[in-house]
């Protein structure tokens, strides 16, 4: 067999919620850059499909289904992970209560609902980093990619527990990215715009969709393949010595 080649070469990537639009596509790009992937992902069904799609595309896979929202899921990811791959070099944080969200005001949520939204968006985010650390730890290197939202900025109304648990992630980037340094490991989110995937397009109204194509400075809508280059940059060498940071990546929408 030929070596892999491609920016990505040799590394093993995670990726959690693999089974939504968004994680399919990076998990996809990451096998096209020579990376061995773990579709990670709540729904046995899509981890599989995934899985399937990074095949087809020449790539290997791994499909682990698994609750990332507790640690018996995390850790039984990452060892799956390092079982058949022998190695994590990338952690990209992907799952996320987001396709299936109740749009409301914040006086009609209800405790389950900002529980069930933390549960995932933050607890498990946190869950997947600390059972991916040993084994980043014992390497010497890792880089981990978060997914934040642009809504964390702009402060969109009608989901108050999804945005603030968006939010939360850039401080768990920051903190952590701090930590972690001295183990060679960054730590680093990326905040997409509107993206039309089908969970989003479940979960937005359409004259919501079609304003906020024109709401960028590139005029036009998001799609999964506008986001993908930012993640294999922050999952390659090329970013060695970024970290901490918060990359929106919205066609000019947000700008700070
Ligand atoms: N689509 C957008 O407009 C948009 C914008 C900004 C950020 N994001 C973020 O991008 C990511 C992917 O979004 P998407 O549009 O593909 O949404 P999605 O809902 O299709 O993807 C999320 C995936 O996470 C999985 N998941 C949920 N809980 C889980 C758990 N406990 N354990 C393991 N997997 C679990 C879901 O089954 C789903 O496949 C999410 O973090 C979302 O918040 C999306």
Redo the contacts with the bound molecule.
Sequence with gaps: MNEPTGRLAGKVAIV????????RAICVRYAQEGARVVA????AE?AEATAAAVREAGGEALAVP????HTA?AEAMARAAVERFGRIDVLVN???????IRRAPFYELTEEEWDACM???LR?MWLCCKAVFPTMRAQGSGKIIN?????AFWGSPQFLH?VTS?AGVIGLTRALAREMGDYGITVNAI??????????LAT?PREYLEQRAQAGALKRP?H?SDLVGAFVYLASADSDFVTGQTLVVDGGRVLW
Excluded: H, M, W
Aim: hydrophobic share 35%.
């Design positions: 959690t919620g693999a089974g939504g639009d968004i994680g990670a992902e709540l729904r899509l698994c609750d990332i929202s899921g992907c799952a996320a209560i987001f396709g299936t549960a995932v968006n498990g997914i934040s939202s642009g809504t999804y968006k905040a997409p715009g509107l993206t039309l995937t089908s969970a989003a937005t998001q999964p």
